[in-house]
């Protein structure tokens, strides 16, 4: 029952996503005559998604009292130990959709939109969404990532990572605010990857056209072509009188030739790809990803150097394949992951 339950839950975000298969409806329809209480959880969702617009306090209203019925709250802790991605994600989308949608916002897949009312949207660690903004750009908001919107502009700030499929409008670029980056967007598809203290902003184009604006740096500004990613770096130290210059270079995007995908977006696939990058790093970014405590306490593997590629793994099959890789040992409990 509780691999069903799961399912359903996965199924019940799909159906308000508006990303629903006849096939999947049809399963979703016996899961919940099977299940009352689960049937009771989804009409409550799917009330709250169908509200229209309501006056200034009364969404935070019903919001809560649709999480009270349904006994959650937003600051729900969240397991210690999360092995199962793409299931953890599936449920966490399920209260998400309650939230976003409540906030004004609304899951990519909608035909009619609402007007923001919410200024911010983020999510946590293990965690990831996607969200349409006021003027029809989609966003889809990686983990442990926030987004903040200016109504009535195209104009939002990131911190952490997001890909953005941009409405394209020659005479109001959409602009993307990343510390002292600015990245100008006139209709395009791209992925900022942006969390404080990895050193760097990585800015990479899909397709279409964009301008980054280093305001530092004599304000210089980069143009990219599709297929190329800038590489700014943020943590360079300016001790001279003279105007702050800024380290950054421009890349060719590379497939991955064990998934056809690239691999700056893989992980709207639910795919992890490390390329020449040491084990700390690597074990920082599956902190986010899984939303688990890792600790390093061996500091002689500090210096490993790894590539690897991994798809819907859990984090015990990932740790295996590092542990082949580097040769460390490790243990969980209640706390997380010790790594020695």
């Known amino acids: ?107 990519y897949g909608k035909k009619n939109y609402k007007s923001i009312t919410a200024r911010e949207i983020s999510t946590r660690p293990g965690s990831r969404t996607n969200v349409v903004l006021e003027d029809g750009t989609r966003v889809w908001l990686n983990a442990d990532s926030r987004i903040a919107s200016v109504q009535g502009k195209r104009e939002v700030t990131l911190t952490g990572e997001a890909y953005f499929d941009v409405v394209s409008d020659a005479n109001n670029p959409f602009i993307v605010h990343v510390g002292k980056i600015d990245v100008r967007v006139l209709g395009t598809t791209l992925n900022i990857k942006a969390y404080p203290g990895q050193g760097a902003v990585e800015t990479s184009l899909i397709q279409g056209k964009l301008e980054v604006d280093l305001k530092e740096g004599n304000g210089r500004k980069i143009l990219l072509l599709p297929g190329q990613k800038a590489v700014i770096a943020t943590n360079s130290a300016n001790t001279s009188d003279q105007p702050a210059t800024v380290d950054y270079s421009v890349k060719n995007m590379a497939t991955d030739t064990s998934t056809g995908q690239l691999a700056e977006t893989g992980w709207l696939n639910n795919q992890l790809s490390f390329k020449q990058q040491s084990l700390p790093e690597i074990l920082q970014e599956l902190e986010r990803w899984y939303g688990i405590h890792i600790e390093l306490k061996n500091d002689s593997y500090n210096q490993e150097i790894i590539t690897g590629t991994f798809k819907d793994k859990d984090l015990y099959q990932v740790l295996q394949a590092l542990q082949l890789s580097a040769g460390f040992k490790f243990h969980t409990d209640s706390l997380g992951v010790h790594i020695y």
């Open 1 to 107: 029952m509780h691999m069903e339950n799961e399912r359903g839950w996965y199924l019940i975000t799909r159906k308000l996503a508006g990303e629903a298969t006849p096939s999947e409806l049809e399963e979703l329809e016996a899961l919940l005559k099977q299940d009352t209480a689960m049937q009771y959880s989804a009409s409550l969702l799917e009330e709250l998604d169908s509200t229209p617009m309501l006056a200034e306090g009364e969404e935070e209203r019903m919001l809560q009292s649709r999480l009270a019925q349904l006994h959650l709250s937003e600051e729900t802790p969240a397991p210690h130990r999360r092995l199962l991605p793409f299931l953890k994600w599936a449920a966490a989308a399920a209260v998400a959709a309650l939230i976003v949608s409540a906030a004004g916002w609304h899951f």
